[in-house]
């Protein structure tokens, strides 16, 4: 109950919103000379809002939420990297295999058992593959399996 | 009657057979969505945008399509309620309260089959309401110049928590989050570059499909990995249907009641379908009173709920059409499609557009016929379909919203940037932050920022131009309220939706 993580995400937004502010004021005035309303109004005025809203998230906390611990930790880090290597994978390895890669993992690691994950994952990339590329001909790339 | 004369037309337009196929997709795929757990209509809907738009259809076509899945998201969100008391949606909660209890009476087909019929009802009561609301709004609507809009706009963030919600303050910050997002990019009017900090990818600004991809579908993921809920769910027998004839006849009253009620909470700003089933169900508990066995399994407590949810998906649709300002979640992401298929909502839609919004209304009749057709004889597919465990479910959703977004532009930056909004999604979910006036934000905060030019040079840069009008005061006024109104009626209110919940001896 010590609303730890409301000061910190209030700490954070403080943060931004003064950065948000400053940068709005580095801008040069518009050619034609300023006006009521120029770039920087609408942001400064957005900085000004979540100033407000920051510092009163730090002096008005909400108690904290269950955040996980230990291995579910590791759990969400291993399916966060598994999505950032999926984009980076995708166009060099291409859809089928990258997908199949991906989706096998996600579901192994919720769970299923390591061989009908990788089954799921190959079949559901195949189908998804073969509807969009011949149905509905938007180009997924192919990678080495291109035939042609 | 030009309404009538416009609704034809608008038949015309949905009726064609390519059309209808849409329809017909998105009603079947939106009960899909409705009736998974932890797919909600928002996130549904949100994975098809980039799909609908990579596969250039039609801007008439996508919202058809779009509002099927909307409507149909409505229709699932009961088929968990009652079979395994998880609410398939928010708006659902309310009919697991009857409706479990049905299904362990053994009625579980009977509290399928009316619980349709009362979505049907529903459905058809909003979206009548909405036929004869939406062109008066509109008109009306068109009165409004650059100050009221801005107010307008501050408005539908002040009630988007809703007389509910728990802090308005997240809101608020939710949603000047979202906006400051809007502003990275090259200033319309100025042709100055904001935050771009040189990188090419981001003199566009922010695509907010991504956001709205990121933000629902991924850090939806991201939850299911920390609850471990990747098991299935022991499988449910439906049994037979005996619904009586007479049975049905006496829950019309029921039907009518709840349908209308929904779609008034619908057009409220901040009220929403949860607050229609709601208020639907408690209403109909203090008519029938001692004549219902409410909580134990009464019919009527099934279809009250149910029409007043479907009623209020309708009734959502009003504002979002009429004056181009979402007052829900899924709203909000059918106003991302119109965005990004260039059509500006508001007033002028109805006349710039009117093929459009009248096909989007005729579809939803049609959908709401479709869906009835379709609920009743495919019900036993959908029930097994509930069967299939998340965990080889969830990473196939992913994957279908990584293709969505990488076939809009074929690059792998922006699956990156829809990644990291998932990321952020999570931490801001955890946190309490609703992600909900975020994609609003972003989706608004544009239009803010024109309006808001606009009504200042209009007044010669008097600020005070902003609230000179008395429907401007009166917006600034509601707004006030709904920021204030949460802290004092709020906590009276949570507690009377939870001692509801908790008075039913079957959801312990």
């Given at each position: 109950?010590?609303?730890?993580?409301?000061?910190?995400?209030?700490?954070?937004?403080?943060?931004?919103?003064?950065?948000?502010?400053?940068?709005?004021?580095?801008?040069?005035?518009?050619?034609?000379?300023?006006?009521?309303?120029?770039?920087?109004?609408?942001?400064?005025?957005?900085?000004?809002?979540?100033?407000?809203?920051?510092?009163?998230?730090?002096?008005?906390?909400?108690?904290?939420?269950?955040?996980?611990?230990?291995?579910?930790?590791l759990?969400?880090?291993?399916s966060?990297?598994?999505?950032?290597?999926?984009?980076?994978?995708?166009?060099?390895?291409?859809?089928?295999?990258?997908?199949?890669?991906?989706?096998?993992?996600?579901?192994?690691?919720?769970?299923?058992?390591?061989?009908?994950?990788?089954?799921?994952?190959?079949?559901?990339?195949?189908?998804v593959?073969?509807?969009?590329?011949?149905?509905?001909?938007?180009?997924?790339?192919?990678?080495?399996?291109?035939?042609? | 009657?030009?309404?009538?004369?416009?609704?034809?037309?608008?038949?015309?337009?949905?009726?064609?057979?390519?059309?209808?196929?849409?329809?017909?997709f998105?009603?079947?795929?939106?009960?899909?969505?409705?009736?998974?757990?932890?797919?909600?209509?928002?996130?549904?809907?949100?994975?098809?945008?980039?799909?609908?738009?990579?596969?250039?259809?039609?801007?008439?076509?996508?919202?058809?399509?779009?509002?099927?899945?909307?409507?149909?998201?409505?229709?699932?969100?009961?088929?968990?309620?009652?079979?395994?008391?998880?609410?398939?949606?928010?708006?659902?909660?309310?009919?697991?309260?009857?409706?479990?209890?049905?299904?362990?009476?053994?009625?579980a087909?009977?509290?399928?089959?009316?619980?349709?019929?009362?979505?049907?009802?529903?459905?058809?009561?909003?979206?009548?309401?909405?036929?004869?609301?939406?062109p008066?709004?509109?008109?009306?609507?068109?009165?409004?110049?650059?100050?009221?809009?801005?107010?307008?706009?501050?408005?539908?963030?002040?009630?988007?928590?809703?007389?509910?919600?728990?802090?308005?303050?997240?809101?608020?910050?939710?949603?000047?989050?979202?906006?400051?997002?809007?502003?990275?990019?090259?200033?319309?009017?100025?042709?100055?570059q904001?935050?771009?900090?040189?990188?090419?990818?981001?003199?566009?600004?922010?695509?907010?499909?991504?956001?709205?991809?990121?933000?629902?579908?991924?850090?939806?993921?991201?939850?299911?990995?920390?609850?471990?809920?990747?098991?299935g769910?022991?499988?449910?027998?439906?049994?037979?249907?005996?619904?009586?004839?007479?049975?049905?006849?006496?829950?019309?009253?029921?039907?009518?009641?709840?349908?209308?009620?929904?779609?008034?909470?619908?057009?409220?700003p901040?009220?929403g379908?949860?607050?229609?089933?709601?208020?639907?169900?408690?209403?109909?508990?203090?008519?029938?009173?001692?004549?219902?066995?409410?909580?134990?399994?009464?019919?009527?407590?099934?279809?009250?709920?149910?029409?007043?949810?479907?009623?209020?998906?309708?009734?959502?649709?009003?504002?979002?059409?009429?004056?181009?300002?979402?007052?829900?979640?899924?709203?909000?992401v059918?106003?991302?499609?119109?965005?990004?298929?260039?059509?500006?909502?508001?007033?002028?839609?109805?006349?710039?557009?009117?093929?459009?919004?009248?096909?989007?209304?005729?579809?939803?009749?049609?959908?709401?016929?479709?869906?009835?057709?379709?609920?009743?004889?495919?019900?036993?597919?959908?029930?097994?379909?509930?069967?299939?465990?998340?965990?080889?479910?969830?990473?196939?959703?992913?994957?279908?919203a990584?293709?969505?977004?990488?076939?809009?532009?074929?690059?792998?930056?922006?699956?990156?940037?829809?990644?990291?909004?998932?990321?952020?999604?999570?931490?801001?979910?955890?946190?309490?932050?609703?992600?909900?006036?975020?994609?609003?934000?972003?989706?608004?905060?544009?239009?803010?920022?024109?309006?808001?030019?606009h009504?200042?040079?209009?007044?010669?840069?008097?600020?005070?131009?902003?609230?000179?009008?008395?429907?401007?005061?009166?917006?600034?006024?509601?707004?006030?309220?709904?920021?204030?109104?949460?802290?004092?009626?709020?906590?009276v209110?949570?507690?009377?939706?939870?001692?509801?919940?908790?008075?039913?001896?079957?959801?312990?």
């Amino acid at each position: 109950m010590t609303g730890l993580g409301d000061r910190l995400l209030g700490l954070g937004l403080l943060v931004l919103a003064v950065a948000y502010g400053w940068v709005a004021q580095q801008w040069p005035e518009p050619f034609g000379g300023a006006e009521t309303v120029g770039p920087e109004t609408f942001p400064t005025i957005l900085s000004v809002v979540l100033v407000a809203g920051s510092i009163y998230l730090m002096v008005k906390p909400d108690p904290d939420a269950q955040w996980p611990l230990g291995k579910t930790t590791l759990e969400l880090a291993v399916s966060l990297v598994v999505l950032v290597v999926y984009a980076m994978l995708l166009e060099p390895l291409g859809f089928v295999i990258s997908t199949t890669l991906a989706v096998g993992t996600l579901s192994w690691r919720m769970g299923a058992p390591p061989r009908r994950a990788f089954t799921t994952g190959l079949v559901s990339a195949v189908v998804v593959f073969v509807l969009f590329n011949y149905g509905l001909s938007l180009n997924l790339p192919a990678g080495p399996l291109e035939v042609n | 009657m030009e309404t009538l004369g416009f609704l034809m037309d608008g038949f015309a337009v949905a009726l064609t057979p390519y059309n209808l196929t849409f329809a017909l997709f998105g009603a079947f795929a939106g009960t899909l969505i409705g009736c998974l757990p932890g797919l909600g209509p928002a996130n549904g809907v949100a994975i098809l945008i980039p799909l609908a738009f990579a596969l250039g259809l039609p801007p008439e076509t996508a919202m058809i399509l779009l509002t099927s899945v909307y409507a149909g998201a409505m229709y699932g969100g009961r088929i968990s309620s009652i079979l395994l008391n998880i609410p398939g949606d928010e708006p659902a909660m309310m009919t697991c309260l009857d409706g479990y209890p049905m299904a362990r009476n053994g009625r579980a087909a009977d509290a399928l089959a009316i619980s349709a019929i009362a979505s049907f009802s529903g459905g058809l009561i909003g979206t009548i309401g909405l036929i004869m609301l939406a062109p008066m709004l509109a008109k009306f609507a068109l009165s409004f110049g650059p100050a009221e809009y801005f107010a307008l706009f501050l408005l539908a963030f002040a009630t988007l928590g809703g007389i509910t919600g728990k802090s308005p303050m997240k809101t608020v910050i939710a949603a000047t989050l979202g906006i400051m997002i809007s502003t990275v990019g090259i200033d319309i009017s100025t042709g100055t570059q904001r935050y771009t900090f040189g990188v090419l990818e981001l003199y566009e600004g922010i695509d907010f499909i991504l956001a709205i991809v990121g933000l629902f579908a991924i850090s939806e993921l991201f939850f299911f990995v920390e609850s471990r809920m990747g098991g299935g769910r022991e499988k449910m027998t439906v049994g037979k249907l005996t619904l009586t004839f007479k049975e049905l006849v006496s829950t019309i009253p029921t039907q009518l009641r709840g349908g209308v009620l929904g779609f008034i909470s619908g057009v409220l700003p901040g009220a929403g379908a949860s607050l229609g089933s709601f208020i639907s169900y408690t209403l109909e508990k203090q008519v029938l009173g001692k004549k219902g066995n409410f909580g134990e399994g009464d019919i009527r407590g099934v279809v009250a709920p149910e029409a007043g949810n479907n009623g209020a998906s309708s009734g959502a649709l009003v504002p979002m059409l009429t004056l181009g300002v979402p007052g829900s979640g899924t709203t909000a992401v059918l106003l991302a499609m119109l965005i990004s298929l260039n059509i500006t909502p508001g007033p002028l839609m109805f006349t710039q557009h009117a093929d459009i919004v009248w096909g989007v209304i005729a579809a939803l009749l049609i959908g709401n016929v479709l869906l009835l057709l379709l609920n009743i004889p495919l019900i036993g597919f959908f029930v097994r379909l509930l069967s299939v465990p998340p965990m080889y479910l969830l990473p196939i959703v992913t994957m279908v919203a990584f293709v969505g977004i990488y076939s809009i532009s074929n690059s792998a930056f922006d699956l990156y940037f829809m990644v990291a909004f998932g990321a952020v999604g999570y931490f801001l979910r955890k946190l309490d932050i609703p992600v909900v006036p975020i994609i609003l934000g972003l989706l608004l905060g544009p239009e803010m920022e024109k309006n808001l030019g606009h009504a200042l040079v209009l007044s010669d840069g008097d600020w005070s131009g902003l609230w000179a009008s008395t429907l401007a005061k009166s917006f600034w006024l509601v707004a006030g309220l709904s920021l204030v109104l949460p802290y004092v009626v709020g906590p009276v209110l949570r507690r009377r939706m939870n001692a509801a919940i908790k008075e039913s001896p079957a959801s312990d």
